[in-house]
């Protein structure tokens, strides 16, 4: 029988409560911070946190084996993403800023440990991720995405810590923050609604939520690709792990795009020639990729080697 994690059961639903209460305070609340409306970043990571926590909370439920283990890691990342959150609304509830802030002794102590809690989250998900390794997750297209969708989630959360480094601009005038969000310009300029992504210069929030989601992502994608399966039997085992495996190396191939736009100082508003024939050649490609794989004749899946 299969066992959802209760911990991260109920931290979702925790923060999907506050993102309600949140979003409230977002409309009355008319102050500012760094250019954003003042409970913009509480409402994002409510809603983010609230989407991890169900995801990991089933990722742990599929686990054939370890499964002690990986109850054990889905508690410690609860209590992380709780401890995390309670820094962030604390921090929106007296209008200062809880990121990359270590102008005083308690500023940066408490930014220590949202790093050590969102650290040790990676962590825990790493070792769910390893156990999905271990566990039988159905067939190959299952198998793969949801593997890949760690994989991947794994390299988007970990890109978080190219924020955390000081810019040359605050080493040279130090004022209490060390670390941004933006490449190329400091933080609290003209951004996208709710988002805040810069529309100015390059934005590493940009890969990072990218990649993390890829948790979901891809899981969905074969979801729908076996309900498809259903009312279109041409979608077999042999061609769900093809477009799978499409879906899962674009997916990269947009993360690595992202990324070097980020670190390019570009803006995502306003991409470079060279960035929208990267994208195009990426969306192309896998369209081709797609379309070829479906209307080429199927193997038997037991002749599809296993994936890594």
Same mark, same amino acid.
């Given at each position: 029988?299969?066992?959802? /994690?209760?911990?991260?059961?109920?931290?979702?639903?925790?923060?999907? $409560?506050?993102a @309600?209460?949140?979003?409230?305070?977002?409309? @009355?609340?008319?102050?500012?911070?760094?250019?954003?409306?003042? %409970?913009?970043?509480?409402?994002?990571?409510?809603?983010?946190?609230?989407?991890?926590?169900?995801?990991l909370?089933?990722?742990?439920?599929?686990?054939?084996? $370890?499964?002690?283990?990986?109850w054990? &890691?889905? #508690? @410690?990342?609860?209590?992380?993403?709780?401890?995390?959150?309670?820094?962030?609304?604390?921090?929106?509830?007296?209008?200062?800023?809880? +990121?990359?802030?270590?102008?005083?002794?308690? /500023?940066?102590?408490?930014?220590?440990?949202?790093?050590?809690?969102?650290?040790?989250?990676? @962590?825990?998900?790493?070792?769910v991720?390893?156990?999905?390794?271990?566990?039988?997750?159905?067939?190959?297209?299952?198998?793969? $995405?949801?593997?890949?969708?760690?994989?991947?989630?794994?390299?988007?959360? &970990?890109?978080a810590?190219?924020?955390?480094?000081?810019?040359a601009?605050?080493?040279?005038?130090?004022?209490?923050?060390?670390?941004? /969000? #933006?490449?190329?310009?400091?933080?609290?300029?003209?951004?996208?609604?709710i988002?805040? %992504?810069? #529309?100015?210069?390059g934005?590493?929030?940009?890969? +990072?939520?990218?990649?993390? +989601?890829?948790?979901?992502?891809?899981?969905?994608?074969?979801?729908? *690709?076996? *309900?498809? &399966?259903?009312?279109?039997?041409?979608?077999?085992?042999?061609?769900?792990?093809? *477009?799978?495996?499409?879906?899962?190396?674009?997916?990269?191939?947009?993360?690595?795009?992202? #990324?070097?736009?980020? *670190?390019?100082?570009?803006?995502?508003? /306003?991409?470079?020639?060279?960035?929208?024939?990267a994208?195009?050649?990426? !969306?192309?490609?896998?369209?081709?990729?797609?379309?070829?794989?479906?209307? !080429?004749?199927?193997?038997?899946e037991?002749a599809?080697?296993?994936?890594?």
């Amino acid at each position: 029988m299969t066992t959802w /994690h209760r911990p991260l059961l109920i931290s979702a639903a925790v923060m999907a $409560a506050l993102a @309600v209460v949140v979003a409230v305070l977002l409309v @009355v609340d008319p102050r500012e911070l760094t250019g954003m409306p003042l %409970w913009a970043k509480p409402l994002k990571f409510a809603i983010s946190t609230a989407i991890y926590c169900f995801t990991l909370a089933w990722l742990i439920s599929l686990l054939t084996t $370890a499964k002690r283990i990986g109850w054990i &890691a889905g #508690t @410690v990342a609860a209590a992380g993403i709780v401890l995390e959150m309670v820094i962030i609304v604390g921090f929106a509830a007296v209008a200062d800023t809880s +990121h990359f802030n270590v102008s005083t002794p308690l /500023h940066t102590t408490l930014w220590a440990v949202m790093a050590a809690g969102i650290t040790t989250v990676w @962590v825990m998900t790493l070792v769910v991720g390893i156990a999905l390794f271990r566990s039988r997750l159905g067939d190959r297209a299952r198998s793969v $995405a949801i593997r890949a969708g760690v994989v991947i989630g794994l390299v988007g959360m &970990a890109l978080a810590f190219l924020m955390t480094g000081p810019t040359a601009q605050q080493l040279d005038d130090f004022q209490g923050i060390a670390g941004a /969000h #933006t490449v190329g310009l400091a933080d609290g300029g003209p951004g996208l609604p709710i988002l805040g %992504w810069s #529309t100015e210069s390059g934005d590493l929030r940009i890969p +990072h939520f990218i990649g993390m +989601h890829a948790l979901q992502a891809l899981p969905l994608v074969v979801i729908a *690709l076996e *309900l498809l &399966a259903r009312r279109w039997p041409r979608l077999d085992a042999v061609r769900r792990l093809r *477009l799978v495996w499409i879906a899962t190396g674009a997916y990269a191939a947009v993360l690595a795009l992202v #990324t070097v736009q980020a *670190l390019a100082g570009e803006s995502i508003a /306003h991409p470079s020639g060279l960035t929208v024939l990267a994208g195009s050649i990426i !969306a192309v490609v896998a369209a081709g990729a797609a379309v070829g794989s479906i209307a !080429a004749p199927a193997r038997s899946e037991s002749a599809v080697p296993t994936p890594r």
